[in-house]
């Protein structure tokens, strides 16, 4: 049976040549960078380097970038600490960010730190800069914290233009990057945020291990406690041979970036003609078929009301093939997609994310979208 993993947004596979880079540091220099004797200052010398590297494609200083278990801990870490460290009492964000966001201003909501004010979204899921002014107008010593491209419906926020707008008015600015870092460059010296985030699993890293760029003008206090590693950032040994991995991953992302964005766009632009020839009534959540303004690397298809919906995904993996779905939630009900209810997604349309890799071929959409027309009977 064929198998086909369109669920790249979710985890990617760890690349071949990540591997070989990391494996040494799993066998053979397997020292504590802590320690001062030779086992240790190999690793030491070889975390610097990790380092420089990902600051270098970033274009920004090594001593900004912290290591960390990967975005939800690195957004935690940005959160938290900095409406502890500067006073903050307000935080703007909208409905459509990752649980690590979510949750987290919910939980500093619930316990009186702050008040949260949550951005109006419009069906396609777009969010509105003047709002965002209008807010920091109000309340200019604000928290802001919205993503690049959203995990499920792939819409792009210009991060640029809003850590250009909390500059203006003297907010701090967090942006969650984990679905676009590596498919898109960044450029920390232009992009006036003072958090950013990115995990290397994401594009072709390993899992457990991702990083936090913190701006050296607003610094924060470790999250982690209980060591001085980081600079006295995070607590705990460094996973070593994970930060290996994930300079490695960054490294070839940044060389082939043209090439693979090339090659995955051309697969999703495919899959959207074949949905829409071949699924009567196939609709697109949020902007995520608008290939300029959306993440190249995820389609998120809304499908017509039908029986066989709730079983969609399992049928789908019964015929090998791996994706992710859901609805909006229905009335009085928290189960489902917080994302597909905050755009006023149809709750009895199915939604499958389609998420694509380099690996992704046209062949693999030919065969996923022959095995959806079996299983809706279109």
């Known amino acids: ?5 369109f669920d790249n947004a979710a985890t990617t596979p760890l690349d071949q040549a990540v591997f070989e880079e990391m494996k040494p540091y799993m ?10 004797h030779t086992h240790g200052r190999k690793a030491r010398v070889a975390i610097e380097k990790a380092r420089k590297s990902i600051a270098e494609l970033l274009n920004t200083s090594p001593s900004e970038i912290f290591f960390t278990s990967g975005g939800t801990e690195a957004d935690n870490t940005a959160i938290r600490n900095s409406v502890e460290q500067y006073g903050i009492h307000h935080i703007i964000t909208s409905p459509l960010e990752h649980h690590a966001v979510l949750h987290t201003v919910e939980m500093l909501e619930k316990t009186g730190k702050v008040k949260v004010s949550l951005l109006d979204v419009d069906e396609k899921g777009q969010i509105s800069l003047d709002q965002i002014t209008e807010f920091l107008k109000t309340e200019p010593n604000s928290l802001v ?6 995990n499920e419906i792939g819409n792009l926020n210009d991060i640029y233009e809003i850590a250009e707008l909390c500059q203006e008015y003297g907010a701090i600015f967090h942006t969650d990057t984990v679905q ?7 450029d920390l010296q232009t992009m006036k945020a003072n958090f950013v985030v990115g ?18 003008e607003k610094p924060i206090p470790p ?8 600079r006295n950032m995070r607590g705990g040994t460094e996973n070593v041979y994970g930060i290996i991995g994930l300079a490695k991953a960054l490294e070839m992302a940044y ?11 051309s697969v999703k632009s495919y899959m959207i003609d074949q949905l829409e020839e071949n699924i009567p009534g196939v609709q697109f959540n949020g902007l995520s078929a608008e290939m300029d303004k959306s993440l190249y690397t995820v389609l998120s298809a809304s499908l017509p009301p039908n029986d066989d919906n709730d079983m969609l995904l399992f049928n789908l993996d019964i015929n090998g093939i791996s994706v992710s779905g859901g609805s909006a939630c229905s009335s009085g009900s928290n189960i489902g997609s917080h994302v597909l209810t905050a755009i006023g997604s149809d709750p ?13 071929t046209t062949d693999e959409v030919n065969y996923v979208v022959g095995k959806l027309k079996e299983i809706l009977k279109t």
């Open 1 to 5: 049976m064929k198998q086909v993993y």
């Open 199 to 216: 995990s290397a699993h994401k594009f072709h890293g390993p899992k457990g291990i991702g990083f936090l760029y913190v701006n050296h």
């Open 145 to 150: 914290t919205l993503m690049h491209a959203n």
């Open 348 to 360: 009895d349309r199915g939604a499958i994310r389609f998420s694509f890799s380099r690996h992704s």
């Open 223 to 230: 999250f982690v406690i209980g060591g001085a590693q980081e």
């Open 27 to 36: 066998l053979e220099h397997f020292g504590n960078p802590s320690s001062i």
């Open 180 to 186: 676009s870092m590596a498919h898109f460059k960044h």
């Open 255 to 265: 060389e082939n970036q043209e090439s693979n964005s090339q090659q995955i766009r």
